[in-house]
């Protein structure tokens, strides 16, 4: 019997928040399996800020995705017939299937992930793209060291709170800036930040963070640009580090938001402003996932997932996330695992 594979495509590119109108469910015949092939379902699917940039068109480090075609992003998913030596039916797999019920990957674009380490869906948060992200951002450009204050916005999200995390496990001072009481809550209450500003409520960005960093800021973990890092640009000190991680706050703008300028402070203060990606960092993967796995396992790391249920729900759960519906990684689990591998 030919299954029938649900996909949702980009059916135009979005001006400003996507909507309705952005996406498509289209059926495809899955087709027989060639030598090397293998049939993947898929489990969970990652909806991240970045997919939103690859709906553009324009030059970036990543291509732009196609019209008509799947979005394609992380995915973890169950092999379920294999004509490759390298898996079975039942191996749990990661890879790029994205928004899609069913997946035929060529075996070496497919990695095997190890269930009996940790719940499967961690690969694509704090295990997987995101927790890098966080490790290799805040290490190797934000370098925080004891007694310093180190900041990070997006705070409660897949990327920063894992940031957060790890700057307390070097024992900096840590301030969380993110969109709800419920968020600054669980910063504080589970996480151990030492204080949270709710961005959405405050009356004074400011002056809540003259507050909360009495010695200044250090490092400035980046996630959302715009009129938050604004406010912490005047709170930073002498030989400041500032990861740029991301900028969602101007990622469905339609016209460029502009700030103040940052040159002066920069230079004033011998500040470090970079930017980067986390595949700047692919070569050093595994150390960066064996310490985070390591820091998992010894309780000194906490992760949240908000997990979504249903394959049709894709499209809200990745708007959710300019909306700050989520607390840690948001995730989709589009079915069950049936093999229990
Ligand atoms: P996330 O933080 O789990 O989810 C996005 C969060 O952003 C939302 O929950 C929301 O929380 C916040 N947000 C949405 N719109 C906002 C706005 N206008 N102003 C301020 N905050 C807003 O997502 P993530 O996957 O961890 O990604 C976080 C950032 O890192 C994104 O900018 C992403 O593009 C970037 N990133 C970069 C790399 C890289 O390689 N450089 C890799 C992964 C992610 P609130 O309730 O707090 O608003």
Known sequence: MTLVNNQIIL??????????????????????????QVLVRTLFVSVDP???????????????????????GGSIGEVVESKSGRFTPGDVVIGMFGWQEYYTANDL?????????????????????TGLTAYFGLLEIGQPKAGETVVVSGAAGAVGSVVG????????????????????????EELGFDEGINYRTTEDLVSDLKRACPDGIDVYFDNVGGGIADAVFTQLNRHARIPVCGAISAYNLEKVDNGPRVQTTLIKKSVLMQGFTVGNYSDRFNEGAMQLGQWLQEGKLKYHETIIEGFYHIPNAFLDLFKGNNIGKLLVKVADQQYGK
């Open 11 to 36: 059916a135009e590119r979005p001006k400003g928040m996507p909507d309705s109108d952005t996406f498509k469910v289209v059926q495809k015949d899955v087709a027989e399996l060639e030598e090397g």
């Open 50 to 72: 970045y997919m939103r940039g690859r709906m553009q068109e324009g030059d970036s480090y990543i291509a732009p995705f196609k019209l008509n075609e799947v979005i394609k």
């Open 109 to 129: 674009e497919i990695r095997k992930i190890d269930p009996s380490l940790a719940p499967i869906s961690t690969h694509l948060g704090i295990l997987g793209m």
């Open 165 to 188: 995390q790890i700057a307390k496990i070097k024992g900096a001072r840590v301030v969380g800036i993110a969109g709800s009481d419920e968020k600054i809550d669980f910063l504080k």
